[in-house]
């Protein structure tokens, strides 16, 4: 036959044997598969020299590219600090007018489903109000001095309180206008988030304290007004 007596000859070219056996099976199939191993990695190179011409723009000098690099870096600090209030309202659309968002709705077709005239429903109720009241009388005082102390707004579960309060509201509605009502309530714990980041006095290494500068000022002023604009539009919803 084409195979050797001696089982460990094969795959050794041996004087005298048939062609049949000068490679084994494997070593075969090594010898196969290498030109395919090569063309794929010669056609890989091939699409991204052809990319490289084809997708990527033409180089732009740093003169040029400085401008759009300062735009980016600006409008995602700017939105990183003002809690992105623009993307909370409906989209403008050219002949579509204002497009609401799948979390926005009409207060007016809100539909509640739980007890609103429960205890717990009136207390959650209450417990709004009373922030939203107390934001409004805070924003009152810093437009009159702007080194008013307002560190009695800060508490250890203010913003825990304000969850649970506003939790209570979000299970009176049904699925769909909760998920409206979960839209005001997570603004408006952003906001309280960031005007009780900015009311303490700044103080220096040393300990001492200082005033409050005018940028600080005025983002405790609009978070706060943030703050009394979402407050609103949840109370629309009871």
């Not at 049949?20 to 063309?39: C, D, E, F, K, L």
């Not at 900015?198 to 600080?216: A, C």
């Amino acid at each position: 036959g084409i195979w050797p007596s001696d089982p460990t000859q094969l795959g050794t070219v041996t004087k005298g044997s048939s062609p049949g056996i000068m490679q084994s099976p494997v070593r075969a199939q090594r010898r196969y598969m290498r030109p395919v191993v090569v063309g794929a990695a010669c056609l890989a190179a091939y699409w991204q020299i052809a990319g490289e011409g084809s997708f990527v723009p033409p180089r732009q000098s740093p003169e040029e590219t400085m401008p759009a690099r300062r735009a980016i870096l600006s409008a995602g600090l700017l939105s990183g600090v003002a809690g992105l209030p623009a993307a909370s309202d409906a989209a403008e659309f050219f002949l579509l007018g204002k497009v609401p968002g799948p979390f926005e709705m009409d207060p007016k077709k809100a539909v509640v489903v739980g007890d609103a005239a429960s205890a717990d429903a009136k207390d959650a109720k209450a417990q709004v109000v009373a922030l939203q009241k107390q934001a409004e009388e805070a924003l009152e005082k810093l437009q009159k001095d702007p080194q008013a102390d307002l560190s009695y707004m800060i508490t250890p579960m203010g913003v825990g309180d304000l969850r649970l309060a506003t939790n209570t509201i979000n299970n009176l509605m049904d699925d769909k206008t909760a998920a409206a009502t979960q839209r005001w309530q997570r603004l408006m714990i952003q906001a309280k988030v960031q005007f009780e980041d900015d009311i303490p006095f700044p103080t220096s290494r040393k300990g001492e304290v200082k005033p409050r500068g005018e940028k600080r000022n005025a983002r405790i002023i609009e978070a706060l007004e943030e703050y009394i604009k979402d407050s609103k539009e949840l109370m629309k919803f009871l």
